[in-house]
């Protein structure tokens, strides 16, 4: 919808995309994404973004859930293994393009707490995400494998933690200990079936 000023520029009104999009390319060049600045370059006032975005939080966690997919159809294609190697190697390649993702490294870095609650939170956009994203692996690896919710939530929050816990205080990912978890995981639910 276009609107138009005191000297007849005509503009567009800016919308929740907007916010969305305007956000990303923040958070993407590694900047830090402040609610009243956003509102301030979109020409909207701060209640609006909040119910269009949700609190910082919400917003941080849809943006780096969005990245999610990106990686994934990143790292698909890479791996010609199926099974139990097919999901290690899938796992392995995408924690290493998520830990070597500068932006969301230094978010890590710079803001650890938050960063922690965005990516561990059990209710969170990340989790749900990387979640679901964990059974579409396994059900493209291991067809017709009926793997627990419980190992998914496992496999996801150990992923999470021992990545991202040991970047925020400025250790190296244990992204080897990430695999074995799984590979533990995922062997128990193979015998159990």
Sequence with gaps: ????????????????????????????????????ALSEQLGINRTTLYRWVGEREQLLGTL????????????????????????????????????????????TRREPPLALRVLTDRNGAVTGKADATIVAVLEDMLPGEEISPEAVRTIGLVARTLVWANIAVDQSPDIDGVLGVARTLLEAEAARA
């Design 1 to 36: 919808m276009a609107a138009t000023t005191a000297t007849g520029t005509a503009f567009r009104r800016p919308t929740p995309d907007d916010a969305l999009r305007l956000a990303r390319e923040q958070f993407l060049a590694g900047e830090r994404v402040e609610m009243g």
């Design 64 to 107: 780096i859930s969005s990245l999610i997919d990106e990686w994934l159809e990143q790292v698909r294609p890479q791996v010609r293994s199926t099974g139990i190697g097919g999901v290690l190697e899938i796992l392995r390649r995408f924690l290493e393009l998520a830990a070597d993702y500068e932006p969301l490294t230094a978010f």
